[in-house]
């Protein structure tokens, strides 16, 4: 089954910053509204930000101001810009199609650690 590639993940003290990227070889979603994900340990996935495909953006009330998200469908890619991160912003990242009716198969993610 196609999927997404989810990259950019690390380890990141409180307060750092990090930029995840997602993109398809397989999958064109340039005409989709696309989604990061992230899901904690024992939590469910949930969606923190998502834009239109032409750059509306919206986000979950706890990265509001902190995250950014953007795309480049010249590139067929998806950018989450991640600043001022907190320990709760531990999980793995996910990218994918924020309708529900029209998601492709989960990548691995990206795991992101904000630790001291």
């Known amino acids: 089954q196609a999927h997404i590639v989810e990259s950019g993940g690390g380890l990141v003290q409180p307060g750092g910053s990090l930029r995840l990227s997602c993109t398809s070889s397989e999958i064109d979603f340039r005409d989709d509204m696309m989604g990061w994900y992230r899901q904690a340990p024992g939590k469910q996935r949930e969606m923190v930000a998502a834009?239109?495909?032409?750059?509306?953006?919206n986000y979950e009330d706890h990265v509001k101001g902190r995250f950014t998200i953007s795309r480049d469908n010249v590139v067929n890619t998806v950018t989450l810009s991640m600043d001022n991160l907190l320990p709760d912003d531990t999980a793995v990242y996910y990218c994918n199609s924020a309708l529900p009716t029209k998601q492709y198969g989960w990548g691995q993610g990206t795991q992101v650690t904000v630790s001291s």
């Open positions: 834009i239109t495909t032409w750059g509306l953006a």
